[in-house]
């Protein structure tokens, strides 16, 4: 198989890497990078669970080739946190029981992540709708809305403060 | 501030985080970070990878297989047929249900999807285009499809290796495609009750086929050291134990020489209680290579292959007064189990506890009859989220009970009241062999339909109804029997159901504890700590809890069916008390006081009546130190706990629907659950799994089925024909409790996970029914898809 090298951020440091053309993101990350956080669920892009984000864009990483990721920016679950102070997504999930098995959580981080990006105050609705691409089997997401909920009045109430 | 300052007894109670106590859960730290440890997440030097080649055919004979071109894949190390694992005797193994079941097919496929060869790559895209070149040779077969026409004379028949059997593993049968027959109850007496009845009622009502679909597919990495001869496989297994002692059975390895390992697991609902061919076929391609193999299952592959649920066609009758009141309970079951039987429930139950039919409902006499047969689908007829056919019991009972108030005219919140096992009734001996230990069933209700306004809610629709608009209330009041289980009643291979667990007080006062169940996403790492804490007066935070590693944990039967809290759970809190017995002697002894002149006070031992006391903390360093001369140093027990009965959780559920007469669209407007599951360990995690299993009732009520046509292909074994909820589907909870104790259990605890799957699924379908009730309807095939329900509209004429 042909291999080509890329370059590209992941979680702020910078990568240089030899990938075959066919490998797909999630795999070079959790097999080459060891970054184990994004999970494999369905390989049809509807559970969420490989959810990084790509560019400033969420994307499913099992859908995606690494070469697409060349001189990109990514940011996976482990890239999250910043040394011991969680982010507050992190915080929220445990705070409101926003898990169980744990297995879609490091995606639906990632995705409610972006989500606070692009809609800093969203409503309710606005949060179903915007992890409507991540699947969760446990925890019939009503937590999971708290948790994000929760993360949303912590960020702007910081910025609040500083602004 | 002061240092020295005593606190208060709330404060040390709070201090300890124990029963009752919303305590934030322990495992989130790593999974929050993405550092939790899931079975595809291990990686072991010069690992290897394995990937099935999968019949395209339902039934056929194998008339060959071409691996040439597979093999000169680069990468590719290895193609594995039935032929290769023969010599091993590993071609079949033996099922949890006592029958046989392929792991690579042996002359011919018995469904779709079956696994054939199994191609061994240093790496899963080798693996894969080795799987791809693989020819296989095909003669294909009439394919049986329709449960209904198994036992027919001319029926193909589909186990040729067992069709001259008098019977594979669960009773006499009486064809070649048939599995068991089971009969319980008065079939006399309830036949003449029949007779007499002023009423009866009777509805035909298929649970359809479904799938538990955890987010994490089944999978391991099985890893053969040859040099000191052990083999350790880490895999997705709710019963480590069990798959160890059905792994040594198989290999022929001293159980001593295996190691399982159930790493974190990502929601198993049933899927992972079995033994699958993976496991097998990676634990020999590791034995023959001497390399770790991996084999992780695909999403299409999980829905194919292993561990469907239900597929039970039923029909449910019921005889009563003109009242309403409930005189006899009958049921004939049709069960399809698939090509292999490799259901996984107690032996002695072929159709689990499904004689829980009689729910909560006080009737006197009954009869059940099931017969398993086998078709060319995918094996399995698992437990998902529900003990042992329980969840298909209690929708037959609630659906009876719903069709019977129709007929009679009585409200269905009345005649449920009317019909009810009283409190003062309990224990309970059930016309078809249970004895409910405790339960207040019209105490629930009425508390429900308070809190909903349910005569409110009739009100409003009976000027829906005015309006032509569809509105249904949906009750369901069931009881669940959970807790496998008592070791006279349950065993699993020969082994009886019991669990257990081990505690290990350190000296300096903190606690392991590991326990033969495991988690899969329910939090034992935290409730089982809150169970500790409180008996041993220890903070949670300083107790560890550990399962799933056959070389550490106690031998336990796992985690499935509800059986955790039950079982492994009674185990902890006396554990927990073996250990407080033997701390308050080495109390005694340190402070010089009787034994009988101690109590116990949240932390610590007092003296009655003095200031003298000594906190367990300080216990612990005396264990290791100065403990009495006849006494055993250490601090330590295992306690393996036969239950004496089940527990039997209950709830009372009011869904309220609203439903578009054009399209068909459901809408759920309101779910309020209320449940008992006796005495309540962590609040917060019996709230999160009642969500979760209302999620998943919510799912199979509105759209999971495995629909296979009339040649046996799988139509749609994807995420996207496959209906798993959003969160814009997904309706809000309301939860709510009350607290019924039970009798036999130490802490008095029932278990909850499953209570919502089990009672939730008949609230939907009894709401969306009830719609259309005032319409002479009483009976709405599930799952309610939107199509579905327009077929409903549709036949009314109500969409015009």
Same mark, same amino acid.
């Given at each position: 198989m042909a291999s080509q090298k890329i370059s590209l951020t992941i979680n702020g440091e910078p990568v240089e890497a030899e990938v075959e053309a066919r490998t797909l993101l999630i795999h070079f990350l959790r097999e080459e990078r060891r970054l184990t956080g994004p999970h494999i669920g369905c390989?049809?892009?509807?559970?969420?669970?490989?959810?990084?984000?790509?560019?400033?864009?969420?994307?499913?990483?099992?859908?995606?080739?690494?070469?697409?990721?060349?001189?990109?920016?990514?940011?996976?679950?482990?890239?999250?946190?910043?040394?011991?102070?969680?982010?507050?997504? =992190?915080?929220?999930?445990?705070?409101?029981?926003?898990?169980?098995?744990?297995?879609?959580?490091?995606?639906?981080?990632?995705?409610?992540?972006?989500?606070?990006?692009?809609?800093?105050?969203?409503?309710?609705?606005?949060?179903?709708?915007?992890?409507?691409?991540?699947?969760?089997?446990?925890?019939?997401? =009503?937590?999971?809305?708290?948790?994000?909920r929760y993360a949303a009045d912590k960020i702007n109430q910081a910025e609040g403060a500083e602004g | 501030m002061s240092d020295t300052r005593e606190m208060t007894l709330e404060e040390r109670e709070a201090t300890i985080g124990g029963i009752g106590t919303a305590r934030k859960r322990k495992e989130d730290a790593r999974f929050i970070r993405g550092q939790g440890n899931y079975v595809d997440d291990i990686k072991l030097p010069g690992m290897l990878h394995g990937d099935f080649v999968r019949s395209s055919h339902a039934h056929a004979l194998v008339k060959s297989i071409d691996t040439e071109a597979a093999l000169k894949v680069p990468g590719v190390l290895a193609v594995v047929t039935a032929k290769d694992l023969e010599p091993l005797n590993l071609h079949w193994m033996p099922t949890l249900a006592g029958d046989m079941a392929a792991v690579l097919a042996d002359k011919k496929v018995h469904f779709q999807n079956q696994e054939i060869a199994f191609v061994v790559a240093t790496d899963r895209y080798a693996a894969t285009d080795g799987v791809q070149l693989v020819e296989v040779e095909y003669e294909a077969l009439p394919p049986l499809i329709d449960p209904k026409t198994a036992l027919d004379p001319g029926a193909p028949v589909i186990r040729d290796d067992v069709a001259e059997n008098e019977e594979v593993g669960q009773g006499k049968r009486h064809h070649p495609n048939h599995i068991f027959e089971w009969q319980v109850g008065d079939e006399a007496a309830t036949d003449a009750a029949f007779e007499a009845a002023d009423i009866t009622i009777s509805e035909d009502i298929l649970y359809p086929r479904c799938h538990p679909s955890p987010l994490e597919t089944c999978g391991c990495v099985a890893s053969m050291d040859a040099v000191n001869g052990k083999l350790t496989v880490y895999g997705t297994f709710q019963a480590p134990h069990v798959i160890r002692t059905v792994v040594s059975l198989i290999t022929g390895l001293e159980e001593s020489k295996i190691r399982i390992v159930s790493p974190d697991i990502g929601g198993g609902f049933g899927n992972k209680v079995g033994a699958y061919p993976g496991y097998i076929c990676a634990a020999a391609a590791s034995i023959v290579t001497g390399h770790p193999v991996k084999w992780i299952e695909s999403r299409i592959d999980n829905l194919t292959s292993t561990a469907f649920a239900r597929d039970y066609h039923m029909t449910g009758e019921l005889a009563a007064d003109k009242d309403g009141k409930i005189l006899a309970v009958r049921a004939k079951v049709l069960a399809d189990h698939g090509a292999f039987n490799t259901h996984a429930q107690p032996m002695k139950w072929p159709a689990g506890l499904f004689n829980i039919l009689t729910g909560s409902y006080d009737i006197p006499v009954g009869h059940v009859k099931v017969d398993g047969v086998y078709t060319n689908k995918a094996p399995g007829g698992v437990a998902y989220r529900c003990s042992f056919r329980v969840t298909e019991a209690a929708y037959l009972i609630e659906r009876l009970v719903d069709v019977l108030a129709q007929k009679t005219s009585v409200d269905k919140a009345e005649i449920r009241l009317r019909n009810f096992v009283q409190p003062e009734q309990f224990p309970y001996k059930s016309s078809l062999g249970w004895e409910y230990d405790s339960g207040d069933y019209p105490t629930a209700l009425k508390k429900v339909l308070a809190a909903v306004d349910y005569e409110g809610l009739r009100r409003e629709q009976a000027e829906k109804r005015e309006k032509g608009e569809l509105m249904g209330i949906g009750i369901s009041t069931f009881t669940e029997i959970v807790g496998a289980g008592p070791v006279r009643n349950c065993d699993i291979v020969g082994l009886g159901m019991f669990d257990s667990c081990e505690i290990r007080v350190h000296p300096t006062g903190s606690v392991i504890a590991r326990l033969g169940t495991k988690s899969q996403g329910q939090g034992h790492e935290t409730t089982f700590a809150q169970i500790i804490a409180t008996e041993l007066g220890i903070p949670s935070d300083n107790i560890t809890v550990e399962e799933g590693d056959t070389d550490t944990a106690p031998y336990g039967l796992g985690t499935y069916g509800s059986r955790s809290t039950p079982v492994a759970g009674a185990a902890t809190a006396r554990a927990a008390r073996k250990i407080r017995e033997k701390a308050k002697k080495i109390a005694a002894h340190v402070l010089e006081a009787s034994v009988d002149d101690l109590e116990w006070d949240v932390d610590r031992f007092k003296v009655t009546g003095s200031d003298l006391s000594i906190t367990m903390k300080a216990i612990a360093m005396a264990a290791y130190s100065n403990v009495p001369e006849d006494m055993e140093h250490g601090l330590e027990t295992t306690d393996y706990y036969n239950p004496p009965n089940f527990t039997y959780p209950f709830g009372a559920y009011v869904c309220v629907v609203e439903i578009d007469r054009f399209t068909g669209d459901v809408k759920v407007r309101r779910f309020y659950a209320l449940d008992d599951c006796g005495t309540r360990i962590n609040p917060m995690v019996i709230d999160g799994q009642i969500h979760g299993g209302l999620t998943e009732a919510f799912g199979i009520a509105l759209g999971q089925q495995i629909i296979y046509d009339e040649t046996g292909n799988v139509l749609g074994a994807n995420l996207m024909d496959y209906f798993l909820p959003t969160a814009v589907e997904t309706p809000k909870w309301e939860t709510d409790f009350t607290v019924t104790p039970c009798p036999h259990h130490p802490i008095g605890a029932k278990g909850i996970g499953e209570s919502p799957n089990v009672g939730g699924v008949p609230a939907f379908t009894n709401a969306i029914v009830d719609a259309f009730a005032h319409l002479g309807v009483t009976h709405m095939p599930m799952p309610h898809t939107q199509g579905a329900v327009w077929r409903t509209l549709n036949e009314l004429s109500l969409n015009k």
């Open positions: 390989e049809t892009s509807h559970c969420g669970a490989c959810t990084v984000d790509l560019n400033g864009k969420s994307v499913k990483a099992c859908t995606v080739f690494a070469v697409q990721a060349d001189g990109g920016d990514v940011l996976t679950v482990e890239g999250l946190a910043k040394g011991a102070e969680l982010h507050p997504l =992190q915080e929220g999930f445990v705070e409101h029981h926003g898990l169980q098995c744990g297995y879609c959580t490091p995606g639906m981080l990632t995705r409610a992540y972006r989500l606070l990006q692009e809609n800093p105050n969203p409503s309710d609705e606005e949060i179903r709708m915007g992890i409507s691409g991540n699947l969760c089997r446990c925890t019939g997401y =009503q937590n999971i809305v708290k948790a994000i | -």
